[in-house]
T-cell receptor, first 117, second 113 residues
């Protein structure tokens, strides 16, 4: 079974600085997607960035980028020029092909990011 | 921008009572999901739904749970006889196709007393 591990329960970063959130996963599949979701205090889950496993190029979305190391099964999120609004719980997620042929998502336990003014 | 909506935002119920959580997915989406998040814990997959039937369900989704898409727009999660441990935030999500990203609703916070 696939697993997703986020080893950092909490991280802090100074405003305007850069922070990296770690995520590792375990799978025997070769084709899959990885995601980072942000969950602010409002509790809504917001997609931050996604990475297709077959793409070697790391995904980038404005101040957010990933370091995808497929062989190491590592998928870290880098937030540049951190802003107060980035403070949230961040979840790493793996999209698994379920037995019925559809997909389901497996989430990590989350990393709470605090942004210090 | 279209979004997934959920009602109610908060629900308090007595143990043993039935609750129905409602979701309106994005209108042209075809795949629907329910997740739950117990306070302080990770998001857990409950069930996926496509073409008017359950595609996949987790071990959490036992006989007390059911899902329905009664009218082509709403997607509901029913818990027949709530237990204290059902207290959680329940998220609905929808997706257009298998290659597309899931979009999550804001969640319904369920408290079972």
């Amino acid at each position: 079974a696939q697993t997703v591990t986020q080893s950092q329960p909490e991280m802090s970063v100074q405003e305007a600085e850069t922070v990296t959130l770690s995520c590792t996963y375990d799978t025997s599949e070769s084709d899959y997607y990885l995601f980072w979701y942000k969950q602010p205090p409002s509790r809504q889950m917001i997609l931050v960035i996604r990475q297709e496993a077959y793409k070697q190029q790391n995904a980038t979305e404005n101040r957010f980028s990933v370091n995808f190391q497929k062989a190491a099964k590592s998928f870290s999120l880098k937030i540049s020029d951190s802003q107060l609004g980035d403070a949230a719980m961040y979840f790493c997620a793996y999209r698994s092909r379920a037995t019925s042929g559809t997909y389901k998502y497996i989430f990590g336990t989350g990393t709470r990011l605090k942004v210090l003014a | 921008e279209p979004e997934v909506t959920q009602t109610p935002s908060h629900q308090v119920t007595q143990m043993g009572q039935e609750v129905i959580l409602r979701c309106v997915p994005i209108s042209n989406h075809l795949y629907f999901y329910w997740y739950r998040q117990i306070l302080g814990q990770k998001v857990e997959f409950l069930v996926s739904f496509y073409n008017n039937e359950i595609s996949e369900k987790s071990e959490i989704f036992d006989d007390q749970f059911s899902v329905e898409r009664p009218d082509g727009s709403n997607f509901t999660l029913k818990i027949r006889s709530t237990k204290l441990e059902d207290s959680a935030m329940y998220f609905c999500a929808s997706r257009l196709s298998l290659g597309e990203t899931q979009y999550f609703g804001p969640g319904t916070r369920l408290l079972v007393l």
